[in-house]
Structure formats: structure tokens, C-alpha cells
């Protein structure tokens, strides 16, 4: 999409793509963006990935939505060309779509729901709120002030903490075993901390495709010395820079991982000091891991027991060591478990808080940590405190002049079975895509249209859109200025581009009309108010204004520390605490009708349901089609070539798209992107749920194929 123009002026600001939160410079000439340039970020070091580099074109797509819509009466809910909506919409002022939005919402807001101003006291405490037939979808996509906006809307004005977003979806179990671990659901020291550790551990991630920039500070991390493992079922591009490459059987991460803790108890290669003094819980882990010797977990993982005793020991002697890990180990019903074991072998060793240690869960979208710091979970306020503890809660309602449901609220896949159920009646989502993203989509599908009000608010007729009663066009991220907050807790200036096109208008200003039509009487002006109010409710953001993201355009929270817990962790006693897993096998294994595994992703060009990236003209053309890939003699054995055509089946859905032999996967596993609406991955995966994170197990599938 390079113009021939010559740039008119630039703007600093970010990539609006992965949670690397690499730092940006969008060149503009004839009111569009002509160009990307990676600045000296301290995520990014001038570089960028493709993505970063060439997605900058979609906001000017010809399926941008520049006007209100509302759904035409007895219009059936339904795909549709989103070139065409107004074969099912017509178009309509912002002051009919945002009345005709807060409307459907306020039918059903429960009557004899508590509605009064006044606040609660310890004479009059906070009583549980009926079961709210509401709900909201915020966005990772958006900034902190939106997702803080969104869920203050949902908390204040629909009167639920039925309000959640993508985390669910992508780290939900890594934080809530962090969260009972260390106390703290973040990262504890930052990617490019990998200069710095003797060894690397990837685990259940793929950063060469999905954190590009990311895989270069640990490509150059092992040229300057580091070793690195790669642990994952299937071969990625990082495995060239591995000493070892462990690709084991999918599903079976806690058999490997207590396999790894029993070597490191066993041959007494724990740090002892550390453990005694900064951990509870190890007299009962170590008895446990006794069960899982590697020469027992070996056939069970797939892993040679030497290979197991190797790792375990490069690992342990390490004098720093970071582990870095994704969805391969949170998308599961054994997900919490999975990073259980990963807290536990970094906390055995004293692999963290000094140079080159730590634990770090690569986020997935450019502000999932922010919006989640923010509140947008059904279970926590802002700066994750429980919507249960009344001491917190309190201090939410005495600040928002509102009594708080003191009930955790649905989650992403929970708001689909009670809509399908009844249960759930309206819906507000913002730049979220379920109707994509979601296990099982038939079934969220259905639960979607089943909705008696569905508002969506977002940048095109997503598929999710295509199934609303009234679509709110929004503006995308270099239309609006807002902060950021990365993997590694860096919160950034992302600044206005551009203006939206049309009727388009920023999420700020789309939020806060709805709020007032819901009696909320706000008025913000901009970001900067929003942003000093959620200061003074968010120890988190201590010391951090406007002003100075403004003028240094990053700085890391809390307290500006990039590696945090040198000397004690946030827990009650300032200990981390060691937890026990005992492997749960994944919902679903190969039987002789559904033969192969598969699992989904993402790939380097796409991102996420793929409606910014498949929309941008450089990255559609680089990955246009929607792949199955295969073992090549899995291949070969169902008689089809590479490039040949596939039905995809598993007890949910079937899909067809080309074959795509790939010698790196195992025989008997298949993987496949889910950001393809014609061929969609996640009308085959299985809806079935971490039960602690509540996260669903998108990694394991059992499916089988045919030729077509
Ligand atoms: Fe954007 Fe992530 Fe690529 Fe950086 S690594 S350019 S943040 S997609």
C-alpha cells in the first residue's frame, strides 16, 4: 500500500497488532497513512514485523463502516456479504442507532433490580443483584480508557459483572495461576530481558509467527550465547536456534512439566535458599512430582526420559533462566494446571526477580494486559481486586456513587450457553469478534442471533456484526488517541492518525453517549480525564499522568520496575506459593472415528479472526487461503496432495480448505488459523472448560479428514 507521495508529516504512535507493542512512526500524505517505521521503542528497538510494518491500509478498506445501522424489521440474522449490508440493515442517524441501542438494553434491565443512588454502608451492605440478563464484550483492541470506560458502563449501568473480553480466550488460566502463585497476573520481567538469561525456555508459543519481534531479541539472545529449548507439539521456526526441541504430545503438558519438577527435586538441583525463603508449599509439590518420574511420563509425553532429565538439569543449574509461554499451554482444560507447573519450576530454581529470569506469558493482543488491568473481567474490579471483597468493592462504589453486584459475572463462553438458554438477553460488544473466536461457533452463533438485542460496535461488518440488531461504525486505532498497555507492562501513547471516515466515531465518544441513554450522566473530556480517574482507583498506575506518557510515551508499570520481585511477592505473606497439578487429560482424544488432533492459531500474516489483517491489502495477498496442515505421510495416506482439497470434520462442524503438508507436525496432529471466515477453524473446536480460568481447550480437537 506504499504511496508514490512524499510523506506530508508522521506521527509517533504504535502498531495496533500483537501485545509486543512495538513503537511506530505512521508517515501521512493526502490524508492517509503511507508508510510504517519502527522507532527506538523498548519493545521494538526500531524493528518491525510484517504486520506492523505493512497492516496500516485496512481503515481504508471498501467494507469500512462509516454509518449507522439498524437491523431491517424481520431481517434474518444471518452471514452476509459485508460489501452489501444493507441487504439486512438500513442506515440510520447516530441519534436513532444509539436510542434505538440504549433501548433494547434498558427492556432488559431487570425492574426490581436495586436502583438506588444511595451508597452502601456497613448499616445497608451490598446485596446480591438478580441474575442479569445483560451483558458486555469489551476489547483488547482498544485502550485503557475504552476498556475502563466499557466495564464501568457495564458495572454501573446494566447493574452485572457480566462483562469480560478476549483474555478469556488466550490467558485467562496463565493469570489465575499467577494471580494464586505470586499475586500478580502480569509479566515478571520483560522480553528483552532475554539478553541476559543463560537459558530460554519457550513453551506452548510460537513467537516467530504471532510475537515476531519478540522471536528477534531471542534469535539474538542465542547468538550472543543463550541456550534455548523449544517446547511444543509442533515444529516452528525457533527450533534452528534450539538445543533441544521437545515436541510432545498434545495435551500432555502436565506429565512433561512434573516430569521436569520430579528431576530437579529428586537430584537435588533446587535453589534451597530461595525456596525456603521466598516459597510455601514445597514439602507437598515435592511428594507429588515423586509420582511422575521421567521414565514413567515418557511414553506418556512422548519424550525421551534422558531428554527430560537434560532439560531439567540445563534448566535448574542455569544461573538465570526465563520461561516465555501462549496459548499452547492456556488453551486447555487443564490450562491453570499447565502454568502451575511453570511457576513451580521457575520458583524451585530462583528463576526470578534478577537479571534474565522471570515468568513471562506472552500476551496476545496490542492491549489484553491493559484491559485486563483495567477491569474488563467478570470476576474483578480494576487492578484485579475481587468484585467478592468487600473492602474493594466498597471503595469502587463510593468512587462511582453506585451499589456493585458483589457476584462474579459470566465469561466468553458462559454468556453463550446462557443466551442459547434464555438466560442472557442483551448484549453489547465492542471490536470483539465471539461469532469467530469462540469454541464450537455454531453453537455461539445461534446463541448470538437467539439474543433479543444485540449492539456491536466496531470497524467492519464483522461476523459477529452480521448478527446484531444495531451496529455502531467506530473508529480504528490511528483514528484515536489512547494508552496502551504491553506484554511486558509497558504502558504506551498511542496518538491520533487520522480522523474517522464518514460517520465513523471514536469508541471514547460511542461508550459514553450509551452511558448517558442509560442515565449514567457522564462527561468526559477525552482520554486524559478518563485516564486520571482510573489513576486514583489503580495503585497500578501510581506516579503515572497524561502528561508524562505524553512526553516520555512509555513507561513501565508499577513503579517504572521492569524485573519485579527481588525480594518478596504481593501475597498475603510476601511468599510465592507452590501448587500441585495432577494432569488432567485433554476432553477429547483420537478414537477410530475422529483420528487426528487438531489444533488451532494463528499465523505470522493474520491476526486473530483476521477482520484488520485479511482486510490489509500486503497481508491478504501474502496469505489469501485458508490452510489444513498436515504430516506429509498423514498426507499421503489419505491420498490427497499438497495443495489438494480437505474436509475437516470433528462432533461439532465440518469445514474445507486446501491441504498444506508440513514435515515439522507429528503424524496424527493437524493445525489450522482461525482467522478464516469461509473455512473457520473454531466450528470445530471444543468448547470444554478450564474449570478454574474458565478458558476453553481451542488446543485439542479430535477431528478427522477426507479427501474432497
Ligand atoms: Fe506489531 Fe507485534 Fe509485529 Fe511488533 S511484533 S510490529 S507489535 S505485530
Known sequence: PKSNQAPERSVESLC?????????????AGGIIVGAEGRDGIANEQRLCVKGRFGFDYGRHRHRLTTPLIRKTGAPKEPLDPANPLTHFREASWDEALDFAAAGLRRQMNSDEPRSEARPTAAAPARRLRDSK????????????????FQKLVRTGFRTNNVDHCTRLCHASSVAALLEGIGSGAVTAPVAEVANAEVIVVIGANPSANHPVAASFIKNAVRKGATLVVIDPRGQALDRFATHSLRFKSGTDVALLNALLHVIVAEGLTDTDFVAARTTGFEQLAEHVMAYAPEVMAPVCGIAAETIRDVARLFAKARSAMILWGMGISQH???????????ALAMLCGHVGKPGSGLHPLRGQNNVQGASDAGLIPMMLPDYKRVGEDEHR??????????????????????????????????????????????????????????????????????????????????????????????????????????????????LWIIQELANRLGLDWHYDGPREVFAEMATLMPSLAGITWDRLEAEGGIT????????????????DGKARLVTASGIAPAESVDADYPFILTTGRVLEHWHTGSMTRRSQVLDQLRPQAEITVNPDDLAGLGVADGGGLRMESRRGAITAAAKADPRLPRGLVFMAF??????????????????????ELKVSAVRLHAL
Open 557 to 572: 508499570t508499577p513503579a517504572g520496575k521492569a524485573i519485579l520481585f527481588d525480594d518478596r511477592f504481593p501475597t498475603a
Open 675 to 696: 482467522c478464516y471466515a469461509e473455512a473457520a477453524a473454531n466450528m470445530l473446536t471444543n468448547p470444554v472448560l478450564d474449570p478454574v480460568a474458565k478458558i476453553p
Open 16 to 28: 495496533p497488532y500483537c501485545g509486543v507493542g512495538c513503537q511506530v512512526t505512521y508517515q501521512v
Open 333 to 343: 482444560s487443564h490450562g491453570t494446571d499447565n502454568s502451575r507447573c511453570l511457576i
Open 394 to 507: 466498597h471503595r469502587f462504589e463510593q468512587a462511582w456513587g453506585v451499589e456493585l453486584d458483589p457476584n462474579p459475572g459470566l465469561t466468553v463462553v458462559e454468556m453463550m450457553h446462557a443466551a442459547q438458554a434464555g438466560r442472557l438477553r442483551a448484549m453489547y460488544v465492542m471490536g470483539e469478534n465471539p461469532a469467530m473466536s469462540d469454541p464450537d461457533l455454531s453453537h455461539a452463533r445461534e446463541a448470538l442471533a437467539s439474543l433479543d438485542h444485540l449492539v456491536v460496535q466496531d470497524i467492519f461488518l464483522t461476523e459477529t456484526a452480521m448478527l446484531a440488531d444495531v451496529v455502531l461504525p467506530a473508529g480504528i486505532f490511528a483514528e484515536k488517541t489512547g494508552s496502551f498497555t504491553n506484554t511486558d507492562r509497558h504502558v504506551q501513547m498511542g496518538r491520533q492518525v487520522l480522523d474517522p471516515p464518514g460517520q465513523a466515531r471514536q469508541d
Open 134 to 149: 445483560l451483558a458486555g464484550l469489551g476489547s483488547a483492541k482498544g485502550s485503557n480508557e475504552e476498556a475502563y470506560l
